[in-house]
């Protein structure tokens, strides 16, 4: 058992740092958490870890991943991923404050669903590069490396569940101090700056 967990390790390290360091999914789900609390991030922390851990799946068993061998797959799947955060980005930038005393909670805010997190996660040039990654590095060539890549994938997403949670929480948790409209519109337009640069990022990455 503990031989299995120290064979483990490095996997568990790689995809906690992929999981845990600031990108698009991450931003989202902080302004999300922010603006409406944990409870209604959850599905989307749901559907981001779900979609990335199939996607891990999928690049295993060697269909994603030729898929991403192909020039013309890799420019288009980047500029789109591009072109929907800066869209995301947009919405956020604009998106109206109350004038009550929880701005935070406003309805009218655009919201980060389970369909739109996991949708990100397709078009999202991080995900796809971890996954190869996965794929590469800590999957096997023999008989058994099916059943590897869905214990990986299991792994990745017990994984980065807390990760993305830990986002949405530090999002709820700064709430307490966006109760001005005043505050929550910086904060808004802040995160929508960190989004288009996160995007745009990844045209060098």
Not at 128 to 148: H, I, K, L, P, T
Request: proline share 5%; with cysteine; glycine share 10%.
């Amino acid at each position: 058992m503990l031989h299995a967990v120290y064979d483990l390790l490095p996997f568990m390290l790689f995809a906690f740092v992929a999981s845990i360091t600031p990108g698009p999914t991450n931003i989202l789900l902080l302004s999300t958490g922010a603006r409406h609390g944990f409870k209604a991030t959850v599905p989307a922390i749901l559907g981001a870890c779900l979609a990335a851990a199939s996607i891990v799946l999928v690049v295993g068993s060697g269909l994603g991943y030729s898929l991403t061998q192909v020039p013309a797959v890799q420019t288009a799947m980047q500029w789109l991923g591009i072109l929907w955060l800066n869209h995301m980005a947009w919405q956020l930038f604009r998106s109206p404050v109350g004038d009550g005393a929880s701005p935070a909670t406003d309805s009218d805010m655009p919201r980060l669903g389970i369909f739109g997190a996991a949708g990100l996660q397709l078009v999202n040039p991080k995900t796809w590069m971890m996954a190869m990654a996965v794929a590469s590095v800590f999957a096997g060539d023999g008989s058994e490396r099916q059943s590897q890549m869905l214990h990986l994938s299991l792994l990745f997403l017990l994984i980065a569940l807390p990760c993305l949670g830990a986002w949405a929480l530090l999002g709820a948790g700064s709430s307490r101090w966006l109760r001005s409209a005043l505050a929550m519109r910086r904060f808004n337009r802040g995160m929508a700056l960190l989004l288009l640069v996160s995007a745009w990022l990844s045209l060098w990455v």
